[in-house]
């Protein structure tokens, strides 16, 4: 009986966990903790417990995920935190192009280098193999600078105002270009060989919609009526391009 | 005579100067001017310019475009504000929704009520014929809050993050629904009748993308071969899809 | 003494819960946990407890609400909101506007409306009994866009610069008016009829401060000798006007 | 001569320009222009125009105000910009308080110390006359923190939320209170001397609405029957306050 | 066994304590409570915890450290706010000046005026020794505008645009300055006696860089070789400054 | 003829105001112009008309810089942005190392690279001779995020809370290292051969200052027994140390 009672207990002290984050840093640095939930998995304090619990009661415990969600992630303590907290290793690595796109993106943001939290920066590397396309989408919080390290680009954005102009370029090695906030912007490689790009972007956390994926692969799927009247297609049409995602 | 000359045009040189809009007000309200070339048109002042140096000289005077381009739009003289500067008239009017979607958008924001600019905030009547959509989209600068007046309305929106989740509910007359900022959303009008909605947004510009017309639409035509890779179709239905933009 | 124990050690636990908001969106979405202490009231989790430890240690706990407030409210996890979270039913309701000014607002904001936590937008309906006015305040946080749905209203603000113009208007059904954040305004009803409006305001949680009410009807009561000066009227003036509120 | 009219008339046009300010820096300073039509005053360069002409042509020129107005002020050219830019002399001079509240306000704003354009901080001394308040206002756009330098000082502002909830202290010499944004809030000299304060506010351009004088000094009078349905009075002593301002 | 257990449980759930603060304000005031990490010491309510379960169970308690970080600070629940909450007492009083600069600051910021929390503002007293400065440091959070209570200073502060620009002034009572966010600026008491300023910040938590001994006294220390170049002085110059710190 | 000047001499006007910029984007984009001020240069259409004059009128002029500053720089047309607009070329060119700290950053930001105007963002290649270092220097508007192309280097910045903890780590090619906004910090090349490294930065203009140059270069010079006492070193050691930059 007391195990459930230290459970329950424990249980209701983990709900009690919460985090913060915020765009501006109000100190030196906020280093993302490891055990956010930000990171969506269990705390290992948790299992550790639940373990603990088990040897001594010998009760079954029913495993539970921690998870209380905020604006950001929470900090570490600022005497607890290491140099390698501010580092992420290995974006010299080639990403992996063999999927549907022939792209990959290695993202560096709040979620694998914890030291950016609060700092509104992130990079990222694009690999592209040849003729892979890094899909038109938007990043809903961020701005983009992009420099093609190797290879060749066909990059481009379309505004919203002026309506729909689409602003596009050829990008060789050493180019820098800039893709504004929200609006919807892609890269291809044009070139014989692989290409690789290297990107900032104006937020720890930039997030990434990817347009065909949104619309055609949404989870329930968006109705195929409205679909179909908004892209002005038969509604087979939808049904078919709703069928690959 | 050629001082009067001067004076006259050096008093419309001063009066067409475009200035700044700051997302947070740095005074009680700075009023959009009528001049701002935000509204891109041909400044008043300067074709009653040429059209006096017209009559005056007897020379032709080409027409040129008065365009200066800012982060967002001028202010009027605050001594010169008039209560109707805070004014817009008939949103209680229906909008057309004789088009491909069956809906009509009757947008109060700083460009027709000027002063909204500064304020952080905009309005929006949509009417539905039955069985139209306001087809899916995003706002890149602003989140949304909507209010069912008349009418059915299916409305949803696609997460990033669970990503593509696909969040949707009926609205019947008096619900409220929220759309988060940058998110792709849309709302059909499921009733029999016409439907009325209101919408509150969180930006006096808050921009629409429409990502049919964006991505199908653009203006030149985004590569048909990005396109046929990022939604998996042949590219002959890009092409068909296309032709209806 | 056990359960001393665990209530004692479940006192401090709950005194650890802290949420965070904050104004621009870090994540797609941060809908307001119900249990977010902004809500001010007990802890479901603490009460179930409190109960379970009553019914079985027989022992008296001594009810204790759990409060721990932070700048903004707490959000859900992500994987378990649902649509409604986004939702708010019956702003097409009328509001009880038998009250001494005879007017009712429904606000429909964070506390009413969970998914607005931290996109920056609200939304309120104001009811008018004939003559009834929304009597002068100030929104802290929000500038504020409204439009007549129904009736007639005499609509007005005061700047501080230029000092103490009052800026008026009469509005009619569709038209929509702007009054901008921090100045003070108000509504009255000058039609024959009830009067309907609905409003945006640019905050999840505009806040209100209501003049008269904050002024004369402050607890414990502003000290009367110094409205007397302010407003420059017999201290007799004051205290009448304070003994209505 | 007419070509150095037109380059002086054009060299003044370029320096007559009025720009914007932003509430955080996009460069280390950006000093308020003189000219600046934040200021609300002839352009001297205009003026000097105006009488060059009249000089040389003899011709009647109609003065014309110069005001160009934007959210904020304009800056001077940094390499005109001097160490005097940033000082305001004079702070420790006793302000004129002999007059219906028997205090004085001092302001060392962005009107009167230009260096602080951007820099989103102002200061202010406060002389209070024997039994002199500061009567209770709102600032729009910033927080107060103020400090006794001498006398003694009854000081309070009222919340919105708890509602109305009225928060009050005495302070004496070395004591700091602080004001929360949006806040109604008054001081009052208790002590038998003069009374100074300063504060320090979060704003280069913090605004302030003193309540009684917006409610009741209005130009033109807020409609009498809605204040007298506010604040609970007979219309008669609506007008008898508003007589007073 | 049981008390390792609510030790142990309870550790944990002390692990999970977080808190928020954010730059603008979202609600009417968000008071740091005392036992807020930010201030970094043991929980009260931790010790009277252990100090109980020292007393029932007669077993050794390792003391353990409460301390979660985010970015900010934890608030008080609004009704157990006071109007001390609001308070700082002895800005009046001279700080200790016998140091190597001579000269003392007592900061009042959110560490030691809890209301000021979101607040975007705080203030500081500066005291000089004849002789003594406020050596050369930055505000990385936070613009200054200090004024002169007391004696002559000599104030300046460096540009980086135009680049490292000295912009100085000799200051006497009563007068005003202003250093700009993030500038290395610094004072000097130039006077025969004892000089006093009172400072506003634009933060409620600007903090401090004391450039010499970020430089030269950092912990630990910061390559000589590396200093040595960007200093352009012989390494044993930088150990014997190292040295000094 | 007059006329065509005055026509033309508007059009010129009007071509070369300078508005401003603002940190968060209100429109899709609002590239810079290249006659912004920002770029402190003369207007080329105010020198051409200046020729035109001199041509035509055959009178001296005298020539005049047309310098017009405010919080950022103004935007051209959004109907005549190129694609180029948001080009830079040559980032992959190696920079000039051959100075006295044997590094050299090109910087691709609003100065360079106009479609960053208003996006926040901004990138530096940085190269390093063997041995050669990136001196201490702060960002005052930016947090930046580093990752080394080639070489290995030594990177490392200083703390003001906890105070002036130096936290160091050495990078090898692929690791990404992040400087919070505002810490001193600095990179060496510790390898054999030359190093490259690509930086991300969280603002148009992030700013630089270069501690040492600040501190002991600055035009003029900061008072020598200030630093003296600073640093704590004799007076000599300042002014040799002054005598270097």
Known sequence: MMSRFIIFGFLLATCSIAFALDPSPLQDFCVADPNSPGKDYISQHMVLF?????VHIHKKVSIF???VF??????????LVQADDF????????????NDVGSNVTAV???????????????????????????PHTHPRASEVLTVIEGRLLAGFVTSNPE???ITK??????VFAFPQGLIHFQKN????YAIAIAGLSSQNPGVITIANAVFGSNPNTAGDVLAKAFQVDIKVVHQIQSKF
Request: hydrophobic content about 45%; aromatic content about 8%.
């Open 87 to 98: 580092l992420f290793r290995g974006l010299h690595l080639m990403g992996n192009t063999s």
């Open 109 to 135: 943001n709040v979620a694998s280098l914890p030291g950016l939290n609060t700092l509104g920066i992130s990079m990222a590397r694009i690999d592209f193999a040849p003729g892979g396309i890094n899909p």
């Open 170 to 175: 050829v990008l060789v090695k050493g180019d």
């Open 190 to 193: 044009i070139g014989k060989g």
């Open 65 to 67: 995920v921690y998870a």
């Open 70 to 79: 905020v604006n950001g992630v929470v900090c570490k303590d600022a005497n």
């Open 164 to 166: 729909n102009r689409f």
């Open 50 to 54: 639940a373990i603990f619990i088990d």
